[in-house]
């Protein structure tokens, strides 16, 4: 079974899978919290127009896909901020303009391009070295972020006790917007610009169904984020299938199987309520 | 010094005001309800407080600081229980403890722990430390959210409709804690209620605001027909029933 991680193509997406597990997973938590998860899905299409953009100049396409989320999630946090429309709106305006430039893009590259459909969907194959270099670099950035987890966690729990408290809220919103802007394009590779929102979303909300605190729900997103990167790439080689949604797949099995796991519980604990003797009642 | 010091206090949004010409003072071991219809800029006064509105002319002073200048562990402000986040995974001790952090917990050392349970005993809260949030009710929660705002011993708290979304019952044992621990500890509390009630029972100074302001001073010589008739714009059947 683990002879094929003997190859490098293979060695590389299992490290690329992990880190990128860790990264979405850990942001994801603020995005399921914040209520942001079609932030995800928005930025993952600005993705597409700073690849396309690529594409079309022949130059490497994160090299114009990274600058170009940022400035986009920059520009969706600032009209968030400024204005009365809610995150979905403002998302979706930025999201269908960066689309409309990513198709415009790819008509004027004259020719078929091989590219623009392994951005899409993510290609295992295509993961390079220096692709793992990059995201290492988010990695490390991310790690020196850690000591900022309690103060963007009580922003994200009450933002204006946050305010009153004289935090960088406003800062804070950006940063994180920022690195969640940057994971999403470093994980287009492995996952496709189509899946990559179930990354950021699907390891977090499946914590949340089992934490009592946001602290555990951290942790659990996080072990859900890379074991299903790793077991969902193994799967993916084994049948043959698209290495992102294989992925998201198997995400998709442990949600649904802690989703049924909560129910039970919550049902055995409503039957031993039901069964407990009220204090009114004679206790036989 | 006064705790509290607001001299002709103006704030405006797009060129209107929101607030004209409010003067008030409050000293240590006080409590002023600020009082109001609806849209009469009760909660634009308390977020002045809070250092989330700036004043467009007048003073307001905390301790002799203006909001931007002062600690902001001075100030202990508990939110309407109706603004809290249902969904955020969180024990009421974390909340404790977030307010001595001013950020959320993740490990709660021991000493932390030591203080947020004394801080939730005072309010007669010790047995919900370890209950999920989402799983209290109204006047649970608010209890915690007063043990999470004074766990950092403020000078001065802050409260916004505290009875909302609280049943009557609840709301008497709130008001009675919030009595018994402002007398003990001599904290200063500002309340911005559109209960009448609760002011002339618990407030020791009342401000009536309508925009600009109508009244301020004891309860008994502010709650009147005539002032409440002015802030309220009719003059119909007694307003101050019952609380004469």
Known sequence: MFDILTYPFMQYAMIAGVLVGFLASYYGVFVVQRGLSFLGDGLAHAAFGGVALGILLSVQPLWFAVPFTVIVAAGITWVRNRTHLGSDTVIGIFFALSMALGVVFLYLKTGYSVDAFNYLFGSILAVTPTDIVVIAIVVAVTLMTIPLWGRWSYATFDREMGMVDRLPVIADDYLISVLIAVTVVVSVKVVGIVLVAAFLVIPAATGRLAARTFASMTWYSIAIGILTALIGLLASFRLNLPSGATIVLTQGLVFVTAMLLTQIALTKRGKRVEAAPTPSEPIP | ?244
């Open chain 2, 1 to 244: 010094m006064k705790v509290l010091d607001v001299h002709e206090l103006c704030v405006q949004f797009s060129g209107h005001y929101i607030l004209h010409d409010i003067t008030c003072g409050v000293d240590e071991g006080e409590f002023l309800a600020v009082v109001g219809p609806n849209g009469a800029g009760k909660t634009t006064f308390l977020k002045a407080i809070l250092g989330l509105v700036k004043p467009a002319s007048g003073t307001l002073l905390v301790h002799g600081k203006t909001p931007e200048e002062m600690d902001p562990q001075w100030l202990g402000y508990v939110p309407q229980v109706k603004t809290l986040d249902r969904s955020f995974p969180a024990l009421a001790i974390e909340l404790v403890v977030s307010g001595i952090r001013r950020g959320w917990p993740g490990k709660i050392k021991a000493r932390e722990r030591e203080t947020a349970l004394k801080a939730l005993e005072a309010v007669d809260a010790a047995g919900l430390a370890n209950r999920a949030l989402n799983s209290l009710s109204g006047g649970e929660l608010q209890r915690v959210y007063l043990a999470c705002s004074t766990v950092r011993k403020p000078r001065l708290l802050v409260m916004d409709e505290p009875a909302t979304g609280i049943d009557i019952v609840a709301q008497k044992t709130l008001y009675q804690i919030l009595d018994d621990y402002r007398k003990d500890n001599k904290l200063t509390v500002v309340m911005v209620t559109h209960d009448w009630g609760v002011a002339h029972h618990h407030a020791t100074e009342v401000l009536v605001i309508n925009r600009e302001m109508i009244a301020f001073g004891l309860p008994n010589d502010v709650l009147t027909n005539e002032v409440l008739a002015r802030a309220y714009g009719h003059a119909g059947h007694s307003m101050t029933n019952g609380l004469e």
